[in-house]
């Protein structure tokens, strides 16, 4: 509802036509109408004011959500004057949203010392990045709505957009799941798991909770329970985040592509209950070491949101630096920008892995299928033998590869089931 | 709330040409019944005509309300300058007579706009001609009309917030109409005693021309002809008028176009009232030193502000005496100084002249040195702001 009363300045110029009248005519009737409305319009400008005597407004919503997310934002709205606040307006901007402002009443009365929680939903229209929520501000018209006051909050909180994730079939099918198909969930190793693997002497330090009581009776000594130690299949993402693989504007560029394939890659993994870690050198290293749960996946959602691409080491110097980090089961999915690498290197950072018994996979995002932007273009045959070369490569070397070019929509390939078997019968 | 709103527009309607016939017309009890009536009617069918309008295009029923706005405004307008300027009972009563019709039509087409304006602006064009009659009628009609109106509008403001809103209007309409009233009824009561108290007089009518009764030639025919000009000037002025503002009011409409901002008022979700802890008590405030012992205390604040500005702000849980050690220079006017300060703020006696002089002087004299050799800064200072600097406690 807009703030602007329809009926205040035609009120005002009827007033001011009244008076002119009555000047002229002599009526006093006319002045006594117009000065009469005159002091309605100061009662009702100090009205609105009063109305928001008290009153405070505190947010409260969610620090991220997912595109095309619906979400709720609570507004509490608390009057900590001694009357009662009637027909108060709570607005927030929501820069998520499409909407410029969200607008909330509460016809009251809310009396004073009270909150009420008033919330509003709002959807997530706009793309992955950082967003603003905020200014709120809480406002009060004068009863007859000639005025509106408002009072602003100047807190801003940042909201993350994270882009949409989708489930990676292919993943299960080709190497993600490898690590664990069939997998062991226990190691035949004393741990914190539940599988009960034995009984033990009691050592020092040992938990008295786990003392084994009837063992313990049996020998006459102090006895524990053992239990296996749990087996976490671990999945890491090295994101190539050099600034040669920069290629395309908006919605059709490469640092587009690799944020929403590895948004997904996550997202499938933590799905499928593994631990995931992310690994990439922008500007800064960015490290999620391994770990499992939501607020986890949201550190690795967060980096990627705010990626951009300004490192200046391939992706195959990445993995070089954290493979060690990386357990012997492990998958690791390289997500790159560009199908120009160095082929012997990409051999040796592949031996790497499968020395330490991790499971490569490769995505890569053909960056001379994107508009250039600070380059010339490549011609069309040479970029498509560096495509083919790449996947030759990669077939002989057994590492499941995906290559994504521009004409598809990322979502939509890394959605297929097919994702990766599809590039092997283009080569062959 | 939409009834207790159309229920206050007829009695605006009501009152404006009631009180402008009986001021100019002279009308029997039955003839006003009637004019109660025929509003009741054209209002009647203007709600029902309004459910129509709503189905006409948005932008054809803007067109077509401007349109006819700008011709009622151009024919208020031309009817009240008229009233004003040359004013006999003849033309008065003539012009309340084609207004009251007018008014017919103008509740009739009352919800062709999305706000009634066209009701309010002509019933205020016929409470303005029975002002012109001053009086006590005048009064009542001044106070009346902007109590009504003032209530429409509160009634209007408070359906409008409550269905941009998405809240049902049950229950709150008699709140509206409440918060209306407290605030417009003691303004219109005010108006109206002031204006009987006041301004009893109206408009200074001309005295009546006595007519010779004696021979008229054939060929000269009686002519009304000041209501003949009147009606000629009315039609001519407002279409001349309602052309012309007709493009005003389309080229201010088109200029605005760019400003709309898209406001969402999503659907209401309201928890419960829960009460909140009420606000915690003021932190004490500073003891008020009279006298000789506030002198002494202000002395040794100022060091203390002195000596924070100069990066060596005192620790939230240091004495006066741990301060003054940390300190260190200029040791006899800062140990002085510290000394008189712990007497004043805590001993029982009281202090004589000679002790203020002492701290105020050793005070200056410590202000004096750190400006000219400020001390170490404390770099792991715990600053606390909750704690004043004002109070250390006695060692």
Same mark, same amino acid.
């Given at each position: 509802?807009?703030?602007?009363?329809?009926?205040?300045?035609?009120?005002?110029?009827?007033?001011?036509?009244?008076?002119?009248?009555?000047?002229?005519?002599?009526?006093?009737?006319?002045?006594?109408?117009?000065?009469?409305?005159?002091?309605?319009?100061?009662?009702?400008?100090?009205?609105?004011?009063?109305?928001?005597?008290?009153?405070?407004?505190?947010?409260?919503?969610?620090?991220?959500?997912?595109?095309?997310?619906?979400?709720?934002?609570?507004?509490?709205?608390?009057?900590?004057?001694?009357?009662?606040?009637?027909?108060?307006?709570?607005?927030?901007?929501?820069?998520?949203?499409?909407?410029?402002?969200?607008?909330?009443?509460?016809?009251?009365?809310?009396?004073?010392?009270?909150?009420?929680?008033?919330?509003?939903?709002?959807?997530?229209?706009?793309?992955?990045?950082?967003?603003?929520?905020?200014?709120?501000?809480?406002?009060?018209?004068?009863?007859?709505?000639?005025?509106?006051?408002?009072?602003?909050?100047?807190?801003?909180?940042?909201?993350?957009?994270?882009?949409?994730?989708?489930?990676?079939?292919?993943?299960?099918?080709?190497?993600?799941?490898?690590?664990?198909?069939?997998?062991?969930?226990?190691?035949?190793?004393?741990?914190?798991?539940?599988?009960?693997?034995?009984?033990?002497?009691?050592?020092?330090?040992?938990?008295?909770?786990?003392?084994?009581?009837?063992?313990?009776?049996?020998?006459?000594?102090?006895?524990?329970?053992?239990?296996?130690?749990?087996?976490?299949?671990?999945?890491?993402?090295?994101?190539?985040?050099?600034?040669?693989?920069?290629?395309?504007?908006?919605?059709?560029?490469?640092?587009?592509?690799?944020?929403?394939?590895?948004?997904?890659?996550?997202?499938?993994?933590?799905?499928?209950?593994?631990?995931?870690?992310?690994?990439?050198?922008?500007?800064?290293?960015?490290?999620?070491?391994?770990?499992?749960?939501?607020?986890?996946?949201?550190?690795?959602?967060?980096?990627?949101?705010?990626?951009?691409?300004?490192?200046?080491?391939?992706?195959?110097?990445?993995?070089?630096?954290?493979?060690?980090?990386?357990?012997?089961?492990?998958?690791?999915?390289?997500?790159?920008?560009?199908?120009?690498?160095?082929?012997?290197?990409?051999?040796?950072?592949?031996?790497?892995?499968?020395?330490?018994?991790?499971?490569?996979?490769?995505?890569?995002?053909?960056?001379?299928?994107?508009?250039?932007?600070?380059?010339?273009?490549?011609?069309?045959?040479?970029?498509?033998?560096?495509?083919?070369?790449?996947?030759?490569?990669?077939?002989?070397?057994?590492?499941?590869?995906?290559?994504?070019?521009?004409?598809?929509?990322?979502?939509?390939?890394?959605?297929?089931?097919?994702?990766?078997?599809?590039?092997?019968?283009?080569?062959? | 709330?939409?009834?207790?709103?159309?229920?206050?527009?007829?009695?605006?309607?009501?009152?404006?040409?009631?009180?402008?016939?009986?001021?100019?017309?002279?009308?029997?009890?039955?003839?006003?019944?009637?004019?109660?009536?025929?509003?009741?009617?054209?209002?009647?069918?203007?709600?029902?005509?309004?459910?129509?309008?709503?189905?006409?295009?948005?932008?054809?029923?803007?067109?077509?309300?401007?349109?006819?706005?700008?011709?009622?405004?151009?024919?208020?307008?031309?009817?009240?300058?008229?009233?004003?300027?040359?004013?006999?009972?003849?033309?008065?009563?003539?012009?309340?007579?084609?207004?009251?019709?007018?008014?017919?039509?103008?509740?009739?087409?009352?919800?062709?706009?999305?706000?009634?304006?066209?009701?309010?602006?002509?019933?205020?064009?016929?409470?303005?001609?029975?002002?012109?009659?001053? $009086?006590?009628?005048?009064?009542?009609?001044?106070?009346?009309?902007?109590?009504?109106?003032?209530?429409?509008?509160?009634? !209007?403001?408070?359906?409008?917030?409550?269905?941009?809103?998405?809240? !049902?209007?049950?229950?709150?309409?008699?709140?509206?109409?409440?918060?209306?009233?407290?605030?417009?009824?003691?303004?219109?009561?005010?108006?109206?005693?002031?204006?009987?108290?006041?301004?009893?007089?109206?408009?200074?009518?001309?005295?009546?021309?006595?007519?010779?009764?004696?021979?008229?030639?054939?060929?000269?025919?009686?002519?009304?002809?000041?209501?003949?000009?009147?009606?000629?000037?009315?039609?001519?002025?407002?279409?001349? $008028?309602?052309?012309?503002?007709?493009?005003?009011?389309?080229?201010?409409?088109?200029?605005?176009?760019?400003?709309?901002?898209?406001?969402?008022?999503?659907?209401?979700?309201?928890?419960?009232?829960?009460?909140?802890?009420?606000?915690s008590r003021p932190a004490a405030r500073l003891p008020e030193y009279p006298g000789r012992r506030g002198r002494v205390v202000r002395a040794y604040l100022n060091v203390l502000r002195g000596a924070e500005r100069a990066g060596f702000p005192r620790r939230p849980h240091e004495t006066a005496d741990e301060f003054a050690d940390a300190l260190g220079?200029p040791?006899?006017p800062l140990l002085a100084t510290t000394d008189t300060f712990v007497r004043a703020r805590y001993g029982p006696f009281e202090l004589? !002249?000679?002790d203020v002089l002492e701290a105020e002087r050793g005070a200056d004299a410590v202000l004096g040195h750190i400006a000219?050799?400020p001390p170490?800064r404390r770099?792991d200072t715990v600053r606390d702001v909750d704690t004043d600097v004002a109070a250390p406690s006695r060692r």
């Amino acid at each position: 509802m807009e703030e602007a009363s329809p009926w205040r300045r035609f009120l005002n110029a009827v007033a001011a036509l009244a008076a002119l009248l009555g000047v002229a005519s002599g009526a006093g009737a006319l002045v006594g109408f117009a000065v009469g409305w005159a002091v309605l319009l100061a009662l009702a400008w100090v009205a609105a004011r009063r109305g928001l005597r008290g009153v405070e407004v505190e947010r409260r919503l969610p620090a991220s959500a997912f595109e095309n997310d619906l979400l709720t934002v609570d507004l509490a709205l608390e009057n900590h004057g001694e009357a009662a606040a009637r027909f108060v307006v709570a607005s927030d901007v929501f820069g998520a949203g499409l909407a410029d402002r969200q607008s909330v009443l509460e016809p009251g009365p809310l009396p004073g010392l009270h909150r009420r929680l008033l919330s509003y939903r709002a959807f997530v229209a706009r793309q992955w990045g950082v967003y603003t929520v905020g200014p709120l501000s809480v406002g009060a018209f004068d009863p007859l709505g000639l005025f509106f006051a408002r009072r602003e909050v100047p807190k801003l909180d940042a909201f993350e957009v994270y882009p949409l994730a989708v489930e990676i079939e292919a993943l299960a099918a080709r190497g993600g799941r490898a690590t664990v198909a069939p997998r062991d969930v226990t190691a035949a190793a004393a741990g914190q798991s539940l599988l009960f693997r034995g009984v033990r002497e009691f050592h020092a330090g040992d938990d008295v909770r786990r003392i084994h009581w009837p063992a313990t009776a049996r020998r006459g000594a102090p006895m524990v329970r053992e239990y296996e130690r749990d087996l976490q299949p671990l999945f890491a993402v090295f994101l190539d985040l050099d600034r040669a693989g920069r290629a395309g504007l908006g919605r059709k560029s490469t640092l587009e592509y690799l944020v929403r394939v590895a948004a997904s890659l996550l997202w499938t993994a933590h799905r499928r209950g593994d631990v995931i870690a992310l690994f990439a050198e922008s500007d800064r290293p960015v490290t999620i070491s391994p770990g499992q749960g939501e607020a986890h996946l949201a550190a690795a959602l967060h980096e990627l949101v705010v990626a951009r691409q300004l490192g200046r080491e391939s992706i195959l110097d990445v993995v070089e630096h954290h493979r060690r980090l990386l357990p012997p089961g492990a998958t690791a999915a390289l997500v790159a920008s560009t199908t120009e690498m160095d082929l012997e290197h990409l051999a040796r950072a592949v031996g790497a892995l499968r020395a330490g018994a991790v499971r490569p996979l490769a995505i890569v995002v053909d960056a001379h299928t994107f508009t250039p932007v600070d380059r010339p273009p490549t011609a069309v045959e040479k970029a498509r033998e560096t495509r083919r070369r790449l996947e030759e490569r990669m077939i002989t070397l057994e590492v499941p590869v995906a290559v994504l070019g521009a004409d598809e929509a990322p979502e939509d390939a890394i959605r297929r089931p097919d994702l990766f078997a599809i590039r092997e019968e283009t080569v062959a | 709330m939409r009834v207790l709103g159309t229920t206050v527009l007829y009695l605006l309607a009501l009152l404006a040409v009631g009180t402008a016939q009986i001021a100019w017309g002279g009308p029997t009890p039955l003839a006003l019944a009637g004019w109660a009536i025929a509003l009741a009617v054209a209002l009647g069918l203007g709600e029902r005509f309004g459910v129509y309008f709503e189905t006409v295009d948005e932008k054809r029923r803007d067109k077509l309300a401007v349109f006819l706005g700008t011709l009622q405004l151009s024919v208020l307008a031309l009817a009240l300058v008229l009233a004003a300027g040359s004013p006999t009972p003849g033309l008065l009563r003539f012009l309340v007579g084609v207004l009251s019709g007018y008014a017919l039509l103008v509740l009739v087409l009352a919800r062709l706009a999305t706000q009634p304006r066209g009701v309010v602006g002509h019933s205020l064009a016929l409470v303005a001609l029975a002002c012109l009659k001053g $009086g006590a009628l005048a009064a009542v009609t001044a106070g009346a009309s902007l109590a009504l109106i003032g209530m429409y509008v509160g009634l !209007d403001h408070h359906s409008r917030l409550l269905a941009a809103h998405r809240l !049902d209007e049950g229950g709150h309409a008699a709140r509206a109409l409440w918060r209306s009233a407290v605030l417009v009824l003691p303004v219109a009561l005010l108006v109206g005693v002031a204006v009987h108290r006041l301004a009893p007089r109206g408009v200074v009518l001309p005295e009546p021309v006595v007519e010779e009764q004696g021979y008229v030639p054939l060929d000269k025919t009686p002519q009304r002809e000041l209501d003949l000009q009147a009606l000629r000037a009315l039609v001519v002025t407002g279409v001349i $008028g309602a052309v012309a503002v007709y493009f005003i009011g389309r080229w201010l409409v088109r200029s605005k176009r760019g400003e709309t901002r898209m406001i969402e008022t999503p659907e209401p979700l309201r928890g419960a009232v829960e009460r909140i802890r009420p606000p915690s008590r003021p932190a004490a405030r500073l003891p008020e030193y009279p006298g000789r012992r506030g002198r002494v205390v202000r002395a040794y604040l100022n060091v203390l502000r002195g000596a924070e500005r100069a990066g060596f702000p005192r620790r939230p849980h240091e004495t006066a005496d741990e301060f003054a050690d940390a300190l260190g220079e200029p040791r006899q006017p800062l140990l002085a100084t510290t000394d008189t300060f712990v007497r004043a703020r805590y001993g029982p006696f009281e202090l004589s !002249d000679e002790d203020v002089l002492e701290a105020e002087r050793g005070a200056d004299a410590v202000l004096g040195h750190i400006a000219r050799r400020p001390p170490r800064r404390r770099a792991d200072t715990v600053r606390d702001v909750d704690t004043d600097v004002a109070a250390p406690s006695r060692r």
